[in-house]
């Protein structure tokens, strides 16, 4: 399978098919050996890049989660998908890293956020849901992962250990937030495991503390496998699904 037919032909819709169906089988079997029920473990579809014709595949082929990690791509695309499939319910999620002066264009159309990183990028997105809440639009508090730096890089985002649970206590006080759980994306130098291993002890720390914050989203589609195996419950899965298929936002 390469990902070269065109989107919205039958041949994409069979490429799509055969690859949904190998992650789930991937996704069945790492749970069957870290012993775990597979329903404990969603898939979120990672479709930066991806046409607008292959979420509406993806839709037809019944998933419902959808991530994205640029606020432009995330509303023409959220757009464009509506009006292809007009009945559907996708639910989006944002996964990037997040300038503040861009909550107000993410924030209607995402079930979640899963990059926040800083405390100023918390009370940003706080006020945007109380902005929304009193013209009427959007609902209860939005849930929140906090993306958690397992290396303390601070050129790929996410919050390092020791900045976690303050930050933690503060979305957890903020009334248009809800604190979900973590995110995490294993760097690409250390031994995955312990990479895994450290993203889970972080995420238990926080879970201590915070007992609704119950989501890990950790695991893609190189190291999935991993990831379930310490205790992911949200796969995040763009490659394996889609291929190499892209589309330039630039
Ligand atoms: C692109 C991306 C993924 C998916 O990565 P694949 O290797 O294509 O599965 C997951 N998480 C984040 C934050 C991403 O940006």
């Known amino acids: 399978m390469t990902g070269v037919a065109e989107p919205d032909t039958p041949e994409r819709t069979a490429e799509l098919t055969e690859r949904l169906a190998a992650v789930r089988e991937r996704l069945d079997a790492a749970c069957r050996a870290a012993g775990r029920d597979p329903a404990e473990v969603s898939l979120l579809a990672v479709t930066k890049t ?17 991530a994205e990690n640029r ?3 995330l509303a023409a695309k959220v757009h464009d998908v509506a009006t292809a499939r007009p009945g559907a319910a996708p639910r989006w999620h944002f996964v990037g890293g997040l300038q503040r002066n861009k909550v107000r264009m993410v924030l209607p159309w995402v079930s979640g956020i899963q990059s ?3 405390s100023r990028l918390a009370r940003t997105i706080d006020k945007e849901v109380a902005r929304l809440r009193e013209t009427g639009q959007g609902s ?5 992962l906090l993306q958690y730096s397992v290396d303390g890089d601070p050129g790929r985002g996410g919050v390092p250990a020791d900045g976690l649970e303050a930050l933690a206590d503060l979305v957890a006080e903020l009334p248009g937030l809800e604190l979900a759980g973590l995110m995490a994306v294993a760097p690409l130098g250390p031994e995955p495991a ?19 914050a119950r989501t890990l989203s950790a695991g893609m589609s190189g190291d999935l496998e991993i990831a ?9 899965v763009g490659t394996a699904l889609v291929g190499d298929r892209r589309i330039t936002s630039e």
């Open 116 to 118: 926040v990183d800083s």
């Open 71 to 73: 606020a432009q791509e």
């Open 140 to 144: 209860g508090p939005l849930p929140v």
């Open 50 to 66: 991806v046409p607008p014709a292959d979420v509406a595949a993806l839709l037809d082929l019944g998933l419902v989660e959808f």
């Open 194 to 212: 312990e990479s895994f291993a450290a993203i889970a002890e972080a995420a238990g720390r926080v879970r201590e503390r915070h007992p609704s």
């Open 228 to 236: 379930v195996d310490h205790g992911s419950t949200v796969v995040r």
